[in-house]
């Protein structure tokens, strides 16, 4: 079974930091593109970011680029996202998912149950 655990998330100000962790089981995940995902209150789900299953490309929202950072260790069977000078906007549920395939240009096929970012003063 594929599980995807999301850790990492919490209460943060404006201009903070914060780094998701998302632990991966059931399946080969070095084999797998992976990626994050986020959805705001009361707003629809919104993609962050890709990256592919040897980890060295990867993709951006817009709004993210030069503020987050994605990555994984294949060793450890994680995905990680740092996140740097947080805006309110930020503010979501974050959640990462599989790709059914080694690059982000697959659909996703697992979710995690998603993990609560807050930025506010």
């Known amino acids: 079974e594929v599980q995807l655990v999301e850790s990492g998330g919490g209460l943060v100000q404006p201009g903070g930091s914060l780094r998701l962790s998302c632990t991966a089981s059931g399946f080969t995940f070095s084999n797998y593109a992976m990626t994050w995902v986020r959805q705001a209150p009361g707003k629809g789900l919104e993609w962050v970011s890709g990256i592919n299953s040897g980890g060295d490309s990867t993709t951006y929202l817009d709004s993210v680029k030069g503020r987050f950072t994605v990555s994984r260790d294949n060793a450890k069977n994680t995905l990680y996202l740092q996140m740097n000078s947080l805006k309110p906007d930020d503010t979501a549920v974050y959640f990462c998912?599989?790709?059914?395939?080694?690059?982000?240009?697959?659909?996703?096929?697992?979710w995690g149950k998603g993990n609560l970012v807050s930025v506010s003063s």
């Open positions: 998912a599989k790709y059914n395939g080694m690059t982000y240009y697959y659909a996703m096929d697992a």
